[in-house]
């Protein structure tokens, strides 16, 4: 509510004849960085991707439509998708080889495109080389020139206004799950079936076209394009807005786009009548103040707006939404996860050292052994998140090793982490429905177009049944980060189950938990277990495993060195010695 009454109170600013051109221009250059800034939101502040060649982009619809329009007359507006297509070539191109980069190297990555295509633009004699092109039309609606400030305003506000509502839209969707998901690492992600590097290329096609669609709007109010604005310095200053409005929320870009604007149009005023005209020191204290922004206050300054913001805390759940369709479970007894020989070696170190193991249908299997023994690696070797060395993984009759994570979490199998894997800034709710990204369909235009309502709805109601399920029905709606260790061992359960797997593979479940914790977990396994579900876990509590698993295997030094009932191992001499020494 607050966001439309901010619009509409923004719509009337060039209508009142007291308002000064000059503060309408820096309007329409706020809208311009803003369109770019929220691209970045969501690729830096989001995804997780830090860019510095967004001013590139800009470049891209600028010359596209400069070029269509003054050599060969084409309209502005139909120079639009012209400019959009080449970006999309462009940014397809260029984000199939820089996403696949981590670490340091994404941002190098773009630094060294971002500097290449700008001396680029200079070079072509098409483009103009250095001077450009100038005598580019504004734009027209129904024959009327939008020529001057006040006129194009209201074209480049209301491109802002349906970035900002699409944006939103997209966030708060499966799509929009997943693209967070990309901030916690991609092992969490792709194991619950996230394709991380075709999401990764979605994030950062979605940021250039909008960084595009500014550019085009450049060129139409500047009526001329030359290199400079499209350099790294520009793609500097758009990360600054990012930054020091907030990263986490697309209204913030806006927010974070005036801050910066209106600053340097300051010092612009202000230094020269304090400290003359012998130097320019505009650059010196923009960078300071920034460098104190970002150092104070490092996840932007829109958190002191978004304290006087009323905080809605409504769920998203609809109560009548159709079930989601539930997976098949195989015949009880039935061999549904067989490890044969598997060995995993890193480089001299052998940590997996040729081990057997199978889980049969309904079946909770325990995989123990002392610290070091190999009981993780195993794991991540059978949801696929390590390659194997030697030795064979099959699931349900069909091999899987090699298998990419998502797609063994395709065929049923879903997992938590030794160390919890959950996104701190999301709610409760909203990480426990990424583990049904899989059940969903809805892609990027569904999201932005608010289209995938439905399906939204009827992965929200399931999630929220999980959630109830695991006893964490209080905390739905609360910060994943407020969560203590044991609840998040609970959520990541609650995540895995929304994926609705026959094989649910838990690393450590009740770690963290209290003695009643554990009680109400083994209670929820044992329910899981009647309703079919198999589970393999590994833990190190005994009297947790002894009174609750079927079959128990157990690891020293990477070797499987026992397996059996919980009675049998437990008086197994081999066993004794692993735990507690030869001379015990």
Sequence with gaps: MIFWLAAVALAVVPLIPAVPVYWVTLLDNIGLAALVVIGLVLLTGVGGMTSFGQATFCGFGAYATALLTTQYGVSPWLTLFVALAVTLAVALALGFITVRLSGHYLPLGTIAWGIAIYYLFGKLEILGRNDGITGIPPLSVAGYQLSDSRSVFYVIWAFVLAACVATSNLLDSRMGRAIRALRGGTRAAEAFGVDTARVKLIVFVYAALLASVSGWLYAHVQRAVTPTPFGINASIEYLFMAVAGGTGHVVAAIFGSTL????????????????????????????????????????????????????SLAPKITADAAPLPVRSLPARGSNLLSLERVRKAFQ?????????????????????????????????????????????????????????????????????????????????????????????????????FRLDRAEEARIMADAARQIERVG??????????????????????????????????????????????????????????????????????????MGLTDHIVVLDFGMRIAAGSPEEIRANPAVIEAYLGASA
């Design 260 to 311: 910066v604007i209106l600053l340097k149009e300051a010092l612009q005023r202000i230094l020269p009548v304090l400290l003359g005209h012998t130097a320019n020191w505009e650059p010196v204290v923009f960078g300071a103040v920034l460098v104190l922004i970002l150092q104070k206050w490092p996840g932007g300054l829109w958190m002191f707006v978004e304290r006087l913001l009323p905080q």
């Design 472 to 545: 964490l029905k209080d905390q739905m709606l609360l910060q994943a980060g407020s969560l203590a260790l044991g609840q998040l061992r609970i959520l990541e359960i609650a995540r895995a189950l929304c994926l609705d797997p026959q094989l649910l593979l838990l690393d450590e479940p009740a770690a963290g938990l209290r003695h009643f914790e554990k009680q109400q977990l083994a209670r929820l396994l044992s329910q899981l277990r009647d309703e079919g579900m198999s589970i393999l876990l590994v833990e190190h509590d005994m009297g947790f495993v």
């Design 348 to 448: 001299g170190l052998v940590a997996v050292n040729d081990v057997d193991l199978s889980v049969r249908s309904g079946d909770i299997v325990a995989l123990i052994g002392p610290n070091g023994a190999g009981k993780s690696t195993t794991f991540n070797l059978a949801s696929g998140l390590l390659p194997l060395t030697a030795g064979t993984v099959s699931f349900d009759g069909v091999r899987i090793d090699g298998e990419a994570p998502r797609r063994i979490a395709a065929r049923g199998m879903a997992r938590t982490f030794q160390h919890v894997k959950v996104l701190p800034d999301m709610s409760v709710l909203d990480n426990v429905a990424l583990g049904a990204h899989l059940r969903g369909k809805a892609g990027v235009l569904s999201a932005t």
